[in-house]
């Protein structure tokens, strides 16, 4: 599908409507590409998180909350929360399409055109990268064949192997 890209770099560098961030619940920041995004986009970021924090509690596993870009290029930074790999049987794959799914519902709320997504939970989290790359493809295929407002999906792989791994998933 043409709406979908595949890219590798650092996803705080894009240029989109909107980032998305393998965020933790608790929403206060932490490493990989979470703390990426809070060290390019200062301070804001985190306030934003904490009001959302004040008033909800932080983030469950596969939802999402929005705040702004902060110094970002990006206007928007979506914060999703990707399951912790657990062996596969706490549900993690439906909870890894929920987050998916649910950021891009969030785009379309905040009339998102572009968007950037990370590898979520491929990384401290531990999720399998081959079954992440096929969920995370298949989940923004089954979205965007619903939805006509969103014009581009950018997969932003970080490492070598998932950029691979997408490349020949979506040939
Ligand atoms: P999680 O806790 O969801 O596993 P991580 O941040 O540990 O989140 O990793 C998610 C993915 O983000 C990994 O594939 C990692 O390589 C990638 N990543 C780390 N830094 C960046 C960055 N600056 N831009 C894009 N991706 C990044």
Redesign the pocket.
Known sequence: MNRIAILQ????KQDVDAIVN?A?SSLLG????????HRAGGSQILEECGQIRNKQGGCKTGEAVITSGGRLKAKYVIHTV?PVWNGGNKDEEQLLANAYWNSLQLAVANNIDTIAF??????????P?GRAAEIAIDTVHRFLQQNESIKEVIF????EE?TTLYKKLLK
Do not use: E, L, M, R
């Open positions: 770099g650092d996803i705080t393998a933790n932490g490493g990989g590409v979470d703390g990426a995004i990707g990370p590898n979520i939970s491929t990384g401290i989290y531990g999720f990268k932003c792989c970080f490492d998932n």
